[in-house]
């Protein structure tokens, strides 16, 4: 697979015209099965998508946090039970491995007259996604804490360590660090974003061999661990969703989260006003002299379904395109950094655009990224709590992702 995207290009530059979508979104007929991830901008394109609902068009939803084990399953069913997938960098990989989705070219052809070039996910020379978000983690920080002990924010993971020190040292907080370790997806995540930061390499170049048992991916764990000294003693517990919570609830000073949770931390009339009027966003730290964020560019967007009939595929795609008009994005600017024609970012923002411009890189799709971030996900907890040392950890990793990429085909 040859993955197409400009990411870099995409933030804050689509400026177009705007259009507005008819009521009955011009469906004949069909039917709308849309399966994603459940956050807020992907609530309120999914909300948007409803609109097209009508006698001859039905349009029903499933956001879950479980998408990514549904989606296989539900797409390998003929009729596939979803016609919609809002797939990511690495979630739609799977999809793509099994054929479970179908090229969009002719669609975007007859009913893409709002997409830009640059939200046009190609594989192999054919569109099988359009983005209509980028995301990135990214630092979040407490400016009237930083301005208690009299620091910016900070730049590497080294500062945030001195940081945390001084506010534990003065009384501020006793955990003053957060972060998604909680083990699976979201603990991989960490550990890629880390290890990309120390700039290391995941496979031996042009093959699938796994490449991480190196001091870049010795120094990566301990670097979390390092961190995990200033986090509460469940850390282990915590995905986005409780970071988030640990936010509003101002259990934090500092903490690497996701650019789509930003625009309601920042809410002024949300649940802690105070919290929202003193939190700042900025590039990933970078690690260990390295000179790229410790942190992957990622993008949101949707695919359509290869075991559907051509009619529900039709009805699906005209809804996604109303559902992601230049009005959505305008009506809804915090909510993410759009990709849609006519954004224009805003504070939400701030941080996802200053990681993409520090150089941060896309999270790697290549086919077999997925079972190595399961592999990761699956075998570093145990050393996040102690139980062993990297050299284990890594060995670990090592022998599932090994075991898993001989029987998917990728190493003999």
């Known amino acids: 697979m040859r993955p197409s995207?400009?990411?870099?290009?995409?933030?804050?530059?689509?400026?177009?015209?705007?259009?507005i979508a008819r009521a009955d979104c011009g469906i004949d007929a069909g039917s709308v099965r849309i399966l994603s991830n459940d956050f807020e901008a992907l609530q309120i394109v999914a909300t948007a998508a409803e609109e097209c609902a009508s006698p001859t068009v039905t349009v029903t939803k499933n956001q879950t946090t479980e998408h990514e084990n549904l989606q296989v399953p539900a797409l390998t069913t003929n009729?596939?039970?979803?016609?919609?997938?809002?797939?990511?960098?690495?979630s739609i990989l799977p999809l793509l491995n099994n054929g479970l989705i179908r090229p969009m070219d002719d669609l975007v052809e007859k009913y893409g007259q709002n997409i830009d070039e640059t939200q046009l996910?190609?594989?192999?020379?054919?569109?099988?996604?359009?983005?209509?978000m980028s995301n990135a983690q990214h630092l979040w920080f407490r400016q009237d804490i930083l301005d208690q002990i009299g620091v910016p924010a900070p730049t590497s993971y080294e500062d945030v360590l001195a940081a945390a020190?001084?506010?534990?040292?003065?009384?501020?907080?006793?955990?003053?660090?957060?972060?998604?370790?909680?083990?699976?997806?979201?603990?991989?995540?960490?550990f890629v974003n880390m290890y990309l930061g120390m700039g290391g390499e995941f496979f031996a170049p042009g093959t699938a061999e796994l490449a991480i048992d190196n001091d870049q991916g010795r120094q990566a764990l301990e670097m979390m661990k390092s961190l995990s000294g200033y986090m509460s003693p469940d850390f282990v517990t915590y995905n986005t969703n409780e970071l988030s919570s640990l936010w509003k609830d101002g259990q934090v000073a500092m903490m690497n989260g996701w650019g789509s949770r930003t625009g309601a931390a920042i809410d002024p009339a949300g649940p802690a006003p105070d919290i929202a009027a003193n939190t700042g966003?900025?590039?990933?730290?970078?690690?260990?002299?390295?000179?790229?964020?410790?942190?992957?560019?990622?993008?949101d967007g949707f695919a359509i379904a290869a075991n559907i009939s051509d009619e529900d595929a039709e009805a699906s795609f005209q809804a996604m395109m109303h559902a992601l008009a230049p009005e959505?994005?305008?009506r809804n600017p915090t909510a993410?950094?759009?990709?849609?024609?006519?954004?224009?970012p805003t504070a939400a923002a701030a941080g996802v655009i200053a990681t993409v411009q520090a150089g941060a890189k896309p999270y790697p799709m290549v086919p077999y990224m997925g079972l190595l971030h399961t592999a990761l996900g699956d075998n570093l907890a145990e050393f996040m709590q102690g139980q062993e040392g990297a050299d284990q950890a890594l060995k670990d990793v090592g022998l599932a992702y090994e075991t898993a990429a001989r029987e998917a085909g990728f190493l003999q």
């Open 5 to 19: 995207f400009r990411l870099t290009m995409a933030i804050g530059v689509v400026l177009a015209t705007t259009t």
């Open 165 to 190: 020190q001084m506010i534990r040292d003065q009384g501020i907080m006793q955990t003053p660090l957060a972060a998604s370790f909680k083990p699976g997806w979201d603990l991989a995540e960490e």
């Open 336 to 344: 993410a950094t759009w990709l849609i024609k006519g954004y224009e």
């Open 121 to 132: 996910i190609r594989i192999d020379g054919k569109v099988m996604a359009i983005a209509f």
């Open 79 to 90: 009729p596939a039970t979803y016609t919609v997938a809002v797939v990511a960098n690495s």
């Open 281 to 299: 966003f900025a590039s990933a730290p970078t690690v260990g002299g390295g000179s790229i964020p410790a942190a992957t560019l990622w993008w």
């Open 328 to 330: 959505t994005a305008q």
